[in-house]
């Protein structure tokens, strides 16, 4: 009784064990580098690798021309981002360097931190008179260098006087062209301004709007059936004037 009692126990425990499972294969992971440049100020900055959630999944100081890698780093869409501190901003602008990690490593993303500065400026004119500032407005800021590429709408509203408008914490550079869009029944013939903002900011772009042209002067009302002024009309009882049938 006791040997089949021990043979049994062997039995079970030969029928559980179970056979070694194989390790779970590691996702395949690549790096991401690059150089970054430091044109607002001095020293190293903080600089971070985001994914498509925008959450922080890599970061690392840098000094100002030193490379950079990122290792490890899965398969998607990121951002490679420095940290701007008052004063400054990022290149490539806005937002720092947009990557896709697809099977390869990624090399050359070069990102770095300029000085940023503002554009002001007014719209005047048309049907607010003379020297008087328009709201709602639409005016555009564009860009179109080697370096960066930007654009933004907003439109004039009221701050220290109507008309007002600006952008703000612009890569220190020239290139930008101010446009304004007149409303119906206004015009300009400058719409488009250049601006240099490479050393400050620039506190006098204006824009001073017209009055578009209209049409006058008509033949009055001269119908299909060809009656000027209408003195009379011709009707299945005969002609009538004045409500007096003949």
Do not use: H
Request: proline content about 5%; aromatic content about 8%; charged content about 20%.
């Amino acid at each position: 009784m006791r040997n089949k009692f021990l043979a049994s126990l062997a039995l079970g425990a030969g029928v559980g064990l179970a056979a070694p499972q194989a390790a779970l294969a590691q996702p395949v992971t690549y790096d991401v580098s690059g150089v970054f440049t430091n044109d607002c100020g001095d020293g190293s900055a903080w600089i971070e690798l985001r994914d498509a959630d925008d959450d922080t999944v890599a970061s690392q100081s840098i000094a100002d021309g030193a490379s950079f890698t990122f290792e490890e780093v899965e398969e998607g869409d990121y951002q490679v981002v420095p940290f701007a501190p008052a004063g400054c901003g990022t290149t490539p602008y806005p937002g720092g360097a947009d990557i896709t990690v697809d099977g390869a490593d990624v090399t050359g993303v070069d990102v770095g931190l300029v000085s940023v500065y503002s554009i002001w400026g007014i719209v005047t004119g048309c049907d607010a008179g003379d020297g008087e500032g328009v709201n709602d407005v639409e005016v555009t800021l564009d860009i179109d260098t080697d370096e960066l590429e930007y654009s933004a709408t907003t439109r004039t509203r009221a701050f220290s006087e109507d008309g007002e408008f600006f952008f703000q914490y612009l890569p220190a550079t020239d290139g930008y062209t101010v446009t304004v869009t007149p409303p119906e029944g206004c015009q300009i013939e400058n719409p488009a301004q250049e601006v240099d903002i490479t050393d400050g900011d620039v506190d006098d772009v204006a824009f001073a709007l017209e009055r578009a042209p209209t049409s006058s002067g008509s033949l009055g009302s001269l119908d299909v059936g060809g009656s000027l002024g209408s003195p009379g009309s011709f009707g299945s009882s005969g002609f009538s004037v004045a409500g007096s049938t003949f």
